[in-house]
């Protein structure tokens, strides 16, 4: 069974939504989001990267960016930029990018559904992003972004979706800063909300696409606020934690790209020599740009070619973890030849998302980066059947958009 349940959003006022809205906290650094929000005291950037409003400081975990959130939360709820919806709800939630559609519900999940995992992961967490995320969730007693889970659709459920959005007007139709245009409708008719409830109750799992960290963060409030108030009944709004969830057949999943400092001691001649001997084709494309056409294939550019490098069956395990590309490019590749033990803490290694395109990577090989190698993308049905089998993928395997936009809905743990 999968819980999700209907709550009241904190959500901006219709007239100042598309000056709200913006790309999740873990795409950009603290420049980067200075810079989106310059000139817009309405973005929320303001809230899930606080520490753009106060001075320029070594700690960005301080707990005073924190309290600086929360304070911006109180703001926009006093001066009516933000409204508190009056009675639960469920929320239509539809993304359009490139012309491609994405239709989900947004509504909350059980926090005992993640711990005994129902809700199904499938990457590790880094305790330091945790530990920020926990302290955010905290202080604010707020889910303040939604994680992206996704599940197998569900003909009844899209039935519903489809039906609600061609009979109804959304509350919002604005476009982000990216292009992506994000709409949302406010799902109040409680029977309908009774029947989306009922039809995920015979969902058997939902999973994690993107938001692991929010997910373990959110799970762990969750935890603390139970200890807090030992005489909870399970039904107090921390008990749950906010998610977007989308059926699996609307989702892409795009390349999750590498680009590599040195060559590890090696002269360009014996690096390629090597990797042949890996098990490895490699054939010089020239300065024409390849992007690899099927699994098992590999883009990489070094010295101003690009070459088409194809891992041989002899090379590809009969595992579904270890015969993904980002693993067999890492264990016969980057780790033996590059030496690049563990791509999570190596600083030889960097990662870049594929819908940056391969001009991004080029860009980097030839700036402060030596080489990079362009993936072809993990299948959503791969990381369904990893989790699935409580497996792990490796580590910057998937990389999902569009990306969900942060502000359009809250959840308070009060």
Not at 147 to 158: A, G, N
Not at 178 to 189: A, E, Q, Y
Request: glycine residues 6%; negative net charge.
């Amino acid at each position: 069974m999968a819980t999700v349940r209907p709550f009241k959003a904190i959500r901006p006022e219709k007239e100042y939504a598309e000056k709200v809205v913006s790309l999740p906290y873990d795409v950009m650094n603290r420049e980067e989001a200075a810079e989106m929000a310059e000139g817009n005291p309405y973005s929320f950037l303001h809230i899930c990267r606080a520490e753009i409003d106060l001075p320029q400081q070594e700690n960005q975990y301080d707990r005073s960016v924190y309290e600086k959130a929360r304070d911006n939360i109180a703001a926009n709820l006093e001066n009516g930029v933000f409204i508190k919806e009056e009675k639960p709800a469920l929320y239509l939630y539809r993304q359009i990018m490139d012309g491609r559609v994405q239709t989900g519900i947004v509504g909350c999940v059980s926090v005992d559904e993640y711990n005994e995992n129902t809700i199904k992961k499938h990457e590790y967490t880094r305790v330091e992003k945790e530990i920020d995320r926990i302290n955010h969730f905290d202080v604010c007693d707020t889910n303040t972004e939604p994680v992206f889970l996704t599940y197998r659709d569900d003909k009844r459920i899209r039935s519903i979706m489809e039906g609600y959005a061609a009979g109804n007007d959304p509350v919002y139709d604005v476009t982000s800063a990216d292009g992506t245009k994000h709409i949302l409708w406010v799902i109040d008719d409680q029977k309908i909300v009774a029947g989306l409830v009922e039809l995920f109750d015979e969902i058997p799992a939902l999973y994690i696409a993107d938001g692991h960290h929010r997910s373990a963060s959110a799970g762990k409030v969750g935890e603390k606020r139970r200890e807090e108030n030992p005489n909870y009944t399970g039904d107090e709004e921390f008990n749950f934690f906010m998610a977007a969830i989308f059926p699996d057949n609307d989702l892409k999943i795009f390349d999750y790209n590498r680009v590599v400092k040195d060559l590890n001691g090696n002269t360009k001649e014996e690096f390629l020599s090597k990797v042949q001997a890996a098990g490895f084709a490699v054939e010089d494309m020239g300065e024409e740009k390849y992007y690899p056409e099927s699994k098992h294939v590999f883009s990489m550019y070094l010295e101003g070619k690009w070459y088409k490098v194809t891992a041989s069956d002899e090379i590809i395990p009969d595992h579904v973890i270890d015969s993904l590309d980002v693993a067999v490019l890492q264990n016969s590749l980057l780790g033996p030849i590059l030496g690049i033990e563990d791509p999570r803490t190596d600083k030889r290694i960097d990662f870049v998302g594929g819908i940056r395109g391969l001009d991004e990577l080029k860009r980097r090989a030839e700036k402060d980066m030596k080489l990079a190698f362009a993936v072809y993308p993990v299948d959503v049905d791969d990381l369904l059947e990893v989790a699935d089998n409580d497996m792990i993928m490796p580590p910057k395997s998937t990389w999902f958009e569009p990306k969900l936009g942060s502000g359009l809905f809250l959840h308070s743990l009060k």
